[in-house]
């Protein structure tokens, strides 16, 4: 590859990255929770996360679906519940259900002001992810999951052998048998 062709491929590299940016910020609309994902307002681990206020706080929640990024996260911005889309097509439905939970928890926190994401903290030791993971294994134990699949629905690609079982011990889940 000479010179010239060295910097097309730079430029064609730069474009492709300012159009990625501009999809990320300008081009993806929002949409009603409630639109989506039906009945959640009568789930009563739900109910537990907003209280009286579940219908009104899921009634104004925004979605975003988005192909960059895992599973599912709240934006510390504006915070919309953000959803890959090939996750919501693809993934596994009791996953799915959990991370639901999960995420409505943080939307409870964003709503209360606090810092979703605070880097002072490691992921498995962040409190306001503890919180959100108490909600959900509450609520798989309620349906009735065996610990093990509990546990796979715990391990993710950035978490470690240690990581996932020292937040299994965190929320009393065995993992034991999990240990590869
Ligand atoms: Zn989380």
Known sequence: MDARELLMLRMLRLIRKLRLDRILRVGRPAYAFTD??????????VKRIFGDKTEEVLRNLKVEF??????MWVD?????????????NKGDKIDIYLDLIHE????????QGRELFDEQY???????????YRHAVEEARRIGLPD????QYLKTEWMNKQDLQKLA?????NCIRNNN
């Not at 409505?104 to 709503?111: E, K, N, P």
């Not at 093990?148 to 546990?151: M, Q």
Request: with cysteine; glycine share 8%; hydrophobic share 35%.
């Open 122 to 132: 490691s992921y498995i030791d962040r409190p306001t992810e503890i919180e959100a």
């Open 148 to 151: 093990e699949r509990t546990c």
């Open 169 to 173: 011990a965190t929320l009393k889940v």
């Open 66 to 71: 988005t192909w960059i990024g895992g599973y």
């Open 104 to 111: 409505l928890v943080h939307t409870r926190q964003f709503l």
């Open 76 to 88: 510390s911005r504006k915070g919309h519940l953000m959803i890959n889309t090939n996750y919501l």
């Open 36 to 45: 989506y994902f039906k009945g959640m307002e009568k789930v009563e681990a």
